[in-house]
């Protein structure tokens, strides 16, 4: 028999021995105590008669008599499981067995095979929570040899030292290939146990160390699915792929299982199976009004999705899901809101600037000059957008039918008129009909560049509201081959709004055509380029990929000069918009090109490849990108800066330490890096006005360097968009005093104040929707697109390409709460508005919002904030409740 371990040694670190008292005076020795005795003074009888009891059962538990032993292990038993332990201090019972650990593992190592041996492994197990050595795992290794009992009944903090030390084991079975059948049977144990005591964000974690998430689907019931699957979603954000991806597979079961279908739904949406699962929820349920309600989801993220016989036998409901699905009753429910937020009355560019609050200096900018009149065209088009009237476009038509119209579009110069026409589409937006109506008389233009900006606006009108009989693409498709170069731009960029995400077989075969062709001009080539990307968006498509690649290959030196020719490659990105490793092939074969365009491509789309995953190791990549220093003529660190943002947008933690790292590189990078830094923060924080990225860009928008501070300004009115921000317009009206004599800054002036007055500060530019939960493709490859474009402001948005600001279309949504009955017509019921909390993983049922006020619905939304219904007497189709809401009268709500 081994000799025992000496038991002095485990003695000091016992914790609540750490405050001793003095020793007692020398007479108190001379009494004949012994040392190890001085401990024992400061003990209270009870405590004494416990330590001395406990030791007499270990000393029983080694005798040679089974019956004497059992009673002695019995006892111990009883006595570990009934002490209460505080929180802060080891249970007396464990306390006074420390010495004897020691002792008893020996004995174990020579007692037979028998039950008593097993009873003997659990209570080691269970004094092996406080004694055994770092990393050894005793405690598991006991718990192996014991008796298969309840493991509960030793308490919440044994499971969990357990499920540390199972991790650790599972971990190194792996390694050295041993099986790992005991373990699980222990984690099926640990996992029920944890289910019953809510705690089931521990039960996951353990789950994803033994890489066995299907148990979760076995121990889930009704009360616990909820929180489950908030916490597999949550967390999946932060996990490395493939297990990501597994995570939210296992919450989509979860939550088709308990038949919580609208939550199945975001999942289907977000794992992007192609349409598999999103038909799954649609046919799992016979309720015609949970399907209206899915769609209405659907219509918000933009998929673009064909109701067929599957999903709706009946005729009649098909038509209705169809409408739903195809986004017609969009323009109708904003106006709602507008008459009940009383924002209808039109507003002019005037009203905006509020040059009376300007002290001083004003004056200049009452001369009509082309550059002014073009950016109040801009401005008007952002504050009316989706009002169907504004005071420069639509207003005084009564006197003759050309009315003020004709006269404003006539006071801009030549491609300025494109932006007026185009500007009617923004005014009239998703108001189909009489949209196509307004603009048709300018197509009959004998100016081309009207006819280019009424084709625009055609593409604008129709954008993210689809159409059976598809009326953009009948008319825009004449003047695809146009002779004139204006015309060809407008008809194709409005094809790729009006059509982004919808993958259209017959404009990927006109557009590659034009991509094909012999000798188109450059800037035609381009935006045929990002109009495929557009409506191709996240499609991995090869064939206009291959087309792009090649358009790139063909290019000579000229033309690989000019700025435009960035766009290339942005829209060769679009077509991987968030599809990571999908791109790697793609991206290989960028770098054969041109050595002028070879990075840049490579970075466009690595960044754009990975938007919205919020991948570590991408950002650390393109951070060690942005050290180099490079020699005059590389361009290829803006794309990066804005990659670490695009990336990093995916969730809070990760937006944070981008804006971090973003400040660092304005203090140490070079000036290509510095230019783009802002939008990096502009793209962050999109219709998010946070203070301190406000300030910084504050600070940058007075830049010695133009390109930073007109950025900058851009920014501000990114990151105010549509929020009315009364801090970020009395900043840029500041701005515009302070640069009135400088024509490219005051016109990114203008362009920031329409963006922050975007709808009336109805809109918002934000990508995510449905809690951040979801990102739009559509709505982030627009945002890229004018992104990328603004990295050389100069020889785009202040040149000749300013229509390019339009692209931002596809991400102005309606940031509102609508509930409507079960007619769909729109109902009002008070809900509470708040800051939203994040309740993963908290005890109890905390309260998901907080600082609210209730108001009744319609309601505004800002970002961060959540809605939750005041009222008993109805229950909401879905849990998240943004956009259309479809309401049903709750059955048990008695009006009191």
């Not at 968006?537 to 358009?551: D, H, L, M, P, W």
């Not at 709808?759 to 490859?781: C, E, I, N, Q, V």
Request: hydrophobic share 40%; charged share 25%.
């Amino acid at each position: 028999m081994p000799p025992p371990e000496n038991p002095s040694d485990a003695v000091p670190d016992a914790p609540s021995e750490a405050a001793q008292p003095p020793p007692p005076p020398p007479a108190a020795k001379s009494k004949g105590k012994k040392k190890d005795e001085k401990k024992d003074d400061d003990l209270s009888e009870e405590d004494l008669a416990l330590k001395e009891q406990l030791e007499l059962y270990v000393l029983r538990a080694q005798d040679v008599d089974p019956g004497v032993q059992k009673l002695a292990l019995e006892s111990m038993r009883q006595e570990i499981r009934s002490a209460t332990s505080s929180m802060t201090s080891v249970p007396k019972p464990l306390k006074f067995l420390r010495p004897h650990y020691g002792t008893l593992k020996s004995y174990f190592e020579t007692m037979p095979e028998s039950d008593l041996k097993k009873y003997m492994a659990d209570i080691l197990s269970v004094l092996a929570l406080t004694m055994s050595v770092e990393g050894e795992r005793e405690s598991l290794k006991y718990r192996l040899l014991g008796s298969e009992g309840d493991i509960g009944s030793w308490g919440h903090e044994y499971v969990r030292n357990l499920a540390g030390e199972i991790a650790q084991e599972f971990q190194k079975r792996q390694d050295d290939d041993l099986p790992i059948d005991a373990l699980m049977e222990l984690v099926q144990q640990i996992i029920s146990f944890h289910m019953k005591h809510n705690a089931e964000p521990e039960a996951v974690d353990l789950l994803m160390e033994v890489e066995d998430l299907d148990l979760l689907a076995e121990h889930v019931d009704s009360t616990n699915y909820k929180r489950a699957c908030l916490y597999l979603t949550s967390s999946s954000k932060y996990l490395p792929a493939p297990d990501d991806m597994l995570a939210l597979d296992i919450a989509y079961t979860i939550y088709m299982k308990f038949g919580d279908l609208a939550s199945a739904l975001r999942i289907a949406l977000l794992l992007d199976k192609s349409m598999q699962y999103v038909k799954q929820v649609y046919t799992t349920t016979d309720d015609l009004l949970l399907k209206k309600q899915f769609s209405y989801i659907i219509a918000r993220h933009g998929l673009a999705m064909e109701i067929d016989d599957e999903i709706a036998a009946d005729d009649n409901d098909k038509e209705v899901l169809q409408e739903i699905v195809n986004n017609t009753k969009l323009s109708e429910g904003y106006l709602t809101l507008a008459r009940d937020i009383e924002v209808m009355e039109p507003k002019s560019p005037e009203d905006i600037y509020k040059v009376h609050l300007i002290d001083g200096r004003g004056a200049s900018s009452s001369l009509d000059s082309a550059r002014q009149n073009l950016a109040a065209t801009f401005v008007n088009a952002f504050v009316n957008a989706g009002f169907g009237q504004d005071k420069l476009m639509t207003a005084a038509s009564d006197s003759s039918s050309s009315g003020s119209s004709g006269t404003w579009l006539f006071k801009n110069k030549e491609h300025g008129k494109a932006s007026a026409a185009a500007s009617l589409g923004m005014i009239l937006l998703w108001d189909t009909d009489s949209g196509l109506a307004q603009l048709d008389k300018y197509l009959h233009s004998s100016d081309t560049h009207v006819v280019a900006g009424a084709l625009l606006g055609i593409g604008i009108v129709t954008c993210g509201v689809k159409n059976d009989c598809d009326p953009a693409l009948a008319i825009l498709m004449e003047y695809i081959g146009n002779d004139d170069t204006n015309i060809r731009i407008g008809a194709i960029l409005g094809l790729g709004i009006a059509y982004a995400g919808s993958q259209k077989e017959e404009l990927k075969i006109h557009l590659s055509a034009v991509l094909g062709d012999s000798q188109p001009p450059l800037e035609v080539l381009v935006f045929s380029a990002i109009a495929l990307g557009l409506v191709f968006v996240g499609s991995c498509n090869e064939e206009i990929a291959q087309s792009i690649i090649f358009a790139l290959m063909e290019r000579s030196e000229a033309e690989l000069a000019e700025p435009i020719i960035r766009l290339l490659p942005v829209a060769l990105g679009l077509l991987y918009l968030g599809k990571q490793e999908s791109v790697e092939a793609t991206a290989e074969v960028s770098k054969t090109f041109d050595e002028k365009i070879g990075k840049y491509c490579d970075i466009t789309l690595m960044s754009l490849a990975y938007a919205g995953t919020g991948n570590v190791l991408k950002v650390q990549k393109l951070l060690g990108i942005c050290s180099q220093h490079l020699e005059k003529g590389d361009t290829h660190q803006g794309p990066a800066v804005l990659g670490i943002a695009l990336i990093a947008m995916a969730e809070e933690l990760g937006a944070e330490m981008a804006v971090r790292s973003l400040e660092r590189l304005l203090q140490y990078g070079e000036q290509n890096i510095r230019r783009a830094v802002p939008l990096a923060l502009g793209i962050l924080c999109i219709s998010n006005p946070k203070v301190n990225v406000m300030d910084t860009l504050s600070r940058l928008s007075h830049d010695a360097d133009a390109d930073v501070s007109m950025a900058a300004i851009i920014s501000l009115g990114l990151i105010g968009a549509g929020t009315n921000n009364a801090r970020i317009a009395g900043m840029l009206r500041n701005l515009s005093s302070y640069y009135y004599k400088e024509a490219a800054h005051l016109f990114c002036v203008r362009i920031a104040q329409g963006l922050v007055h975007l709808g009336k500060g109805l809109l918002t530019l934000s990508p995510y929707h449905s809690d951040r939960f979801l990102l739009s493709p559509m709505a982030l490859g627009g945002l890229v697109t004018v992104l990328h474009a603004c990295l050389d402001m100069k020889s785009t948005i202040l040149g000749r390409y300013h229509y390019i600001l339009y692209i931002i279309v596809l991400a102005m949504q309606p940031r509102m709460l609508l509930t409507v009955d079960e007619d769909l017509k729109p109902l009002s019921v008070p809900v509470r508005v708040g800051q939203a909390v994040d309740v993963v993983g908290q005890a109890g049922r905390p309260k998901t919002i907080t600082g609210f006020q209730t108001h009744s619905t319609p309601v505004l939304l800002a970002a961060g904030e959540r809605a939750e219904l005041a009222t008993e007497k109805y229950i909401p189709l879905t849990p998240v409740l943004e956009g259309f809401v479809i309401l049903k009268k709750n059955p048990e709500y008695h009006e009191e």
